[in-house]
């Protein structure tokens, strides 16, 4: 059985991703007992961000930037929230497959795709 989740991502510059998660998407931020590492929680969702100043960008990866679904309780309302914010990378809408679903990527490049079962 998995008991928990925990995506671990490089990101070239710590604080504007500790910003981004916290002010944006409202995650709370957490000390690691590392310097350059920080855990963001929200709910069931764990990201590991450590600081790769020097790594490749994940604005570089294209596709592979992506490394997050989130599924919602309310994804109208996390749209709202983040518009105007976030760069929105695909608009909200109802796609065939029952999601209603939107694109975003972080302050550091990084994708997420955010959404709800339809129905």
């Not at 500790?18 to 002010?23: G, K």
């Not at 590492?37 to 450590?50: H, S, V």
């Not at 490394?67 to 929230?81: N, S």
Request: hydrophobic residues 40%.
């Amino acid at each position: 059985m998995i008991e928990q989740v925990t995506h671990v991502i490089a990101v070239p510059n710590l604080d504007r991703s500790i910003d981004f998660f916290r002010d944006v998407l409202g995650f709370d931020v957490a000390e690691m007992g590392a310097p350059g590492w920080r855990l963001f929680k929200k709910d069931a969702c764990r990201i590991m961000a450590g600081e790769c100043p020097e790594a490749l960008s994940p604005r570089d990866l294209g596709d592979h930037s992506y490394f997050l679904y989130l599924m919602v309780d309310d994804v109208d309302a996390l749209h709202r929230r983040v518009s105007g914010r976030a760069e929105i990378t695909k608009p909200l809408r109802d796609e065939p497959w029952g999601i209603r679903e939107f694109g975003l990527r972080t302050a550091d490049g990084h994708r997420i795709m955010i959404g709800k079962r339809l129905g």
